[in-house]
């Protein structure tokens, strides 16, 4: 069976870290490039990182950059998105996917399979 589980999500207060997991199974998981979205209430999906096949290529949104962390672990089947000083505006259901590309994906039709999402709240 196909899955992608996303979690690690949780209330955290300004300027906190939380660590994101994307677990993956029933596929290769070295044949996908793998990205993180979030969606805000009210609020279009939108793209926060992504990683290539390789790990050798990766992907901010300009919102994130130098705050959060994508990385992938092939070993076990993982990716994480280390997010640091969080902010308010980063509150949003948090969702991994695939995308059958070589290089890096950036929107979400590239993706053909995503996971249930985990929340994250930042908030004192």
């Known amino acids: 069976e196909v899955q992608l589980q996303a979690y690690g999500g949780g209330l955290v207060q300004p300027g906190g870290s939380l660590r994101l997991s994307c677990a993956a199974s029933?596929?290769?998981?070295?044949?996908?490039?793998i990205g993180w979205f979030r969606q805000a209430p009210g609020k279009e999906r939108a793209g926060v990182a992504s990683i290539s096949r390789s790990g050798g290529t990766t992907y901010y949104a300009d919102s994130v950059k130098g705050r959060f962390t994508i990385s992938r672990d092939s070993a076990k089947n993982t990716v994480y998105l280390q997010m640091n000083s969080l902010k308010p505006e980063d509150t949003a259901v948090y969702y991994c996917a695939t995308a059958p590309v070589t290089g890096i994906a950036t929107m979400p039709y590239e993706y053909d399979r995503w996971g249930h999402g985990t929340l994250v709240t930042v908030s004192s």
């Open positions: 029933g596929f290769t998981f070295d044949d996908y490039a």
